[in-house]
């Protein structure tokens, strides 16, 4: 499924995009610790954005509802994690913090999904 390459090179590309955005175009506009946030939402991205190349690549040779189900779950993820840091880092508005969990929980659910994966099919 070329989805997940998709998406992950896409995720890719924002990911250092907001990164830069973020030291250069946010510094001195937001606190430390609100940028501190911000840089935890490009770092989580960026580490699931290789999640969901690798589930790509995975897919060209196996598949499997479970390496699917991961790079959704990775997908999600980065939507509900790194997405709400964004908002929470630029508004203070602290319900898109309490949505962080959830994506911190889509992550562990992709990491155990394509664990499984690699057990069952690699």
Do not use: R
Not at 4 to 21: C, K, M, S, T, Y
Not at 87 to 98: Q, R
Request: no cysteine; charged share 10%; proline share 1%.
């Amino acid at each position: 499924m070329k989805i997940f390459l998709l998406l992950g090179i896409l995720n890719g590309f924002l990911a250092v995009a907001l990164g830069a955005f973020g030291a250069h175009g946010l510094e001195g506009k937001l606190s430390e610790k609100m940028l501190a946030t911000w840089d935890k939402a490009v770092l989580y991205q960026m580490f699931h954005t290789v999640a969901l190349l690798a589930t790509g690549l995975l897919m060209q040779k196996f598949t499997g509802g479970s390496i699917v189900s991961a790079g959704w779950f990775f997908f999600a993820g980065i939507i509900l994690f790194s997405g709400s840091l964004y908002v929470y880092s630029t508004t203070a508005i602290k319900t898109f913090a309490m949505i962080t969990p959830l994506g911190g929980v889509a992550f562990l659910i992709g990491w155990v999904l394509l664990g499984y994966a690699v057990m069952k099919y690699v």
